[in-house]
């Protein structure tokens, strides 16, 4: 980000006065002054407490994730994906940003004679228009930034969501009798989804089976648990009824606009969804039912050795747990970089291994002695948890992938 910042200043150099000259450099000296509070004292603290951890943020997690030579997550996607995900994420505001850049380019050909007269086209726009300018400039070298980068996901597109928001707003129209329609049309469409959210969270309470999102999406049961009952909350369900209040109230007291309706009805659907359905959402997802399973089990353990854990797993089982996973495998791609083994993981009288379900493993070497396995609901990925035996001394686990990883 501070570099797409610098690359935003330098190609708006050219065509605002206001960024050259004493006003300018005070500016960006203030705007430095007040951003070292928040960009300077913690990396200082992580790099004077763990040096390690400071050289895999800074190195590992940022350039090299930009630069490619890393595979953390998101990396090798291709183009179209990208640009795919774009036009998803921010979604209508990037839809309305593609008619109008075509409209206005197929405007500014028609208009343009020369190169010169482009140039001068894109002055007095700048000049005009200086804040949309600069967010456009911006939303440009960002977004070139992270299709050109090493890795891309969807998160990284958050900090240019506002642009894109703000240089939308402009291209929406409001007032046309269509435009109207439409209004009312998304209002509709809105109101079928409070409504499945809404009678899913009573099938639930009363039943604990989605009866009616089964009808809708039959393989629902592959990616929510089934069945399952929601406890009534009641607080929960407060708010969730003066949220729908007050979308009724936004929705159909007012002349349509489709802006009004978007933004009013998103609201409403997101907050109603977390309000009534987050346990069901959550226990999907969450890594609490099989970890704290895997807890009592972990008694005074010499070390906990992984094999097949991310970043993320690793996080929650130090959270829940209490006990920090060893990579078998060292280095800083994802789960590790296979043939170089962790010295540190080395001698420990514990290993869980993550593998697909469906994936049928050698038992490991006699040292080992099979004693949990577990997993997520509705999650195709097994926890399998592996004790030395304690008349064997601390098996190494050097030899413990090597066995795994053999088709039985």
Sequence with gaps: MPGVLFAVWACCLPWLPTLRGRRCVAFILCAGLALLPFAVPWPLALYYAAPDLFYEWSRVNNIGRFAGFTSLGGHDNPLLDRLYAVVLAGAPASLLLVK??????????????????????LGVVFRRYP????AAVYLAVGLATLLSSGSMRDIYLMSFLPAMAMLALGLLPAGQPRHRLAARALDGLFLLLLLVIVVTALQLYHAGTPR????????????????????????????????????????????PDLLCSWAASMTAVWSVALLLL?????????????????????????????????????????????????????????QGEPGHLNEAALGCDYLLVQQAREVRIAPPAPAWRRI???????????????????????AAPAAVPLALRQPA
């Design 131 to 134: 804040a949309r300018g600069v």
């Design 100 to 121: 109008g850049a075509m409209t206005g380019l197929v405007a500014l050909a028609r208009r343009a004679r020369s190169l010169r007269l482009e140039g001068r086209a």
């Design 212 to 255: 009616l999102l089964h009808g809708l999406w039959p393989n629902i049961d592959s990616q929510l648990p089934a069945p399952f009952w929601l406890i009534p909350d009641g607080p929960s369900l407060g708010l969730a009824c003066l949220v729908l209040a007050l979308w009724a109230g936004v929705t159909y007291r007012r002349k």
């Design 372 to 394: 949990w396995s577990g997993q997520r609901p509705v999650d195709d990925r097994l926890f399998i948890l592996y004790r030395g035996r304690r008349d064997d001394g601390h």
């Design 278 to 334: 987050l346990p069901w959402l959550d226990a999907a997802r969450s890594y609490h039912q099989p970890f704290a399973q895997l807890r009592p089990l972990l008694t005074s353990p010499h070390c906990l050795a992984t094999d097949g854990l991310g970043e993320s797993e690793l996080g929650m089982l130090h959270y829940l747990t209490g006990v920090a996973g060893r990579r078998i495998y060292a280095g800083h791609s994802g």
